[in-house]
């Protein structure tokens, strides 16, 4: 079944260590996305692609970087710089013509102890 | 992207129709309604999106009204599963059907659902 595939699920790591979070997707999707999600908040961008070896800041970018070196995988890198990345983190993939909806990953939960 | 507002909680009781509203008094003529749902600790689903006509699908209905200023998501008859969190964005689709990658979410409504 075509889908997006994050991992893992659940992510520990101490503070100030970087830690990269996997995004797969075999939608055949040309855009893909990252989104944030704190305890009773809603979505927040954090970066975003159109097309491979292109990216686009989303609203909350700092302390985090992305590469989009294939269509299918669109990993994000959460740097000591982030202050607070404790959070719930959502990859999302659409086609990027035409008014289509999100197809969203099961998310990957990271907790920085 | 133009805001959106929703109430932050609803209730409904199992097998009635679940009427969720959206306002979004300041969409412009290219921007869409979409909705999305999402299940505690889940990534969001898609559920439905529209322009100006009123819309149907497996999962609900959605009523846009004739100004588009707002918008009414119906599960025709909820169940316990349908218990989730419920957002309206709005999203623009520029010329050529180009979507542009700020799909904002809001707090979203609160549904549950009662047995």
């Known amino acids: 079944d075509g889908g997006i595939t994050q991992s893992p699920k659940y992510l520990f790591r101490k503070e100030g260590q970087n830690v990269t979070l996997s995004c797969e997707q075999n939608l055949n999707h040309d855009a893909m996305y990252w989104y944030r999600q704190d305890p009773g908040q809603g979505l927040r961008l954090i970066y975003y692609s159109q097309i491979v070896n292109d990216f686009q800041k989303g609203d909350i970018a700092e302390g985090y970087s992305v590469s989009r070196e294939k269509k299918e995988s669109f990993p994000l890198t959460v740097t000591s710089a982030q202050k607070n990345p404790t959070a719930f983190y959502l990859c999302a993939s659409s086609i990027r013509t035409g008014p289509y909806g999100y197809t969203f990953g099961s998310g990957t939960r990271l907790t920085v102890v | 992207d133009a805001k959106t507002t929703q109430p932050p909680s609803m209730d409904c009781a199992e097998g009635r129709a679940a009427n969720l509203p959206c306002n979004h008094s300041t969409i412009s003529g290219n921007e869409y309604v979409y909705w999305y749902r999402q299940i505690h600790s889940q990534g969001p689903q898609y559920i439905i999106h529209g322009l100006k006509n009123n819309e149907t699908n497996e999962m609900a209905s959605l009523i846009i009204t004739e100004d588009r200023k707002s918008s009414t998501l119906i599960l025709p008859h909820a169940t316990l599963r349908d218990t989730a969190v419920y957002y309206c964005?709005?999203?623009?689709?520029?010329?050529?059907?180009?979507?542009?990658?700020?799909?904002?979410f809001g707090q979203g409504t609160i549904l549950t659902v009662h047995p």
């Open positions: 964005i709005v999203r623009v689709v520029g010329a050529g059907g180009t979507s542009y990658g700020k799909l904002t």
